[in-house]
């Protein structure tokens, strides 16, 4: 069950319109990383989740305050679209500060949306359910948090640094810090997981079917052998279940592919022209 207050979680309040900038927020609002994305992604988590228990909770505290979020910014694009010169466009194309303001403004949001925010990010591409990651393992679940919070905190620090607008820099000061305690939350979440279940996911599946060559090998397929200077390429595996090995010239482990010829009702090429040979054709083919 939700409910909703009509107070908001914090301040949405710009100092001036600036429809140009509120297409820029559109892009943590309704882009792969925005907050409809981790909003969704939270919740199909949590409703995932076979029980009850602290990671549910935390899945759903979360995603309930990433609603706030969508609030908030939907809030502030439509502040920040107050004001925008989409009436006479005859007279507005004479000054030329308002001319510009209208050459840089998404004209959806005149259009579309009534001068309100969409699920959409700053290029106008609709918002999709396919940016959401849910597959019931949750620290495969929870990495992918963290990395969602990851990008998410970094688009809204360079949006903070590309306004001048003291309200909207509070606003995105205070969506900056929460994305601070969730990446800090995730980071905690995924330690302990990973204490009871290891690190590769999923730890369920039995190590033995694996091909044993190629669990723990880097393979340098790159000129140079910088990659070979890195933790990864000695030593002790992460997962401690084995030994870091470093191949600086890599062979096929298989031989070279040879597949049978279609038959000929799919008429792709014939396997004699393949091999170079001049395709005889009947004679009364010209």
């Not at 919740?43 to 228990?53: L, T």
């Not at 706030?68 to 939907?74: S, V």
Request: aromatic residues 8%; glycine residues 8%.
């Amino acid at each position: 069950m939700f409910y909703h207050i009509k107070e908001l979680q914090y301040n949405a309040k710009p100092e001036r319109p600036d429809p140009i900038f509120a297409n820029q927020l559109q892009e943590v609002l309704g882009g792969q990383f925005g907050e409809i994305s981790v909003a969704l992604q939270y919740f199909f988590q949590g409703w995932n989740v076979r029980g009850n228990g602290k990671y549910k909770d935390l899945l759903m505290d979360t995603g309930a305050e990433e609603l706030a979020h969508i609030e908030m910014l939907a809030t502030m694009i439509a502040r920040l679209l107050d004001g925008a010169p989409v009436g006479d466009l005859e007279k507005a194309a004479k000054d030329p500060v308002i001319g510009a303001i209208l050459g840089g403004m998404n004209p959806q949001h005149a259009i579309v949306s009534g001068l309100g925010a969409m699920p959409a990010d700053s290029m106008g591409n609709r918002w999709t359910a396919s940016y959401i990651i849910a597959s019931g393992n949750l620290l495969a679940d929870f990495r992918a948090n963290l990395n969602a919070e990851s990008q998410g905190r970094l688009q809204a620090v360079r949006l903070y640094e590309a306004t001048t607008d003291r309200g909207v820099k509070d606003m995105l000061s205070w969506l900056i810090a929460r994305d601070r305690m969730h990446q800090n939350q995730w980071i905690a979440a995924i330690k302990e997981l990973e204490a009871q279940e290891n690190i590769v996911v999923p730890s369920t599946f039995p190590k033995e079917l694996e091909i044993q060559e190629a669990s723990y090998t880097l393979f340098n397929f790159s000129r140079g052998n910088e990659s070979a200077t890195g933790r990864w390429a000695s030593g002790p595996s992460m997962d401690k279940l084995g030994t870091f090995n470093y191949v600086e010239n890599p062979v096929p482990f298989a031989k070279v592919p040879k597949l049978n010829p279609a038959p000929p009702y799919i008429h792709n090429t014939l396997p004699s022209v393949l091999k170079g040979n001049k395709r005889m054709l009947p004679p009364h083919v010209n």
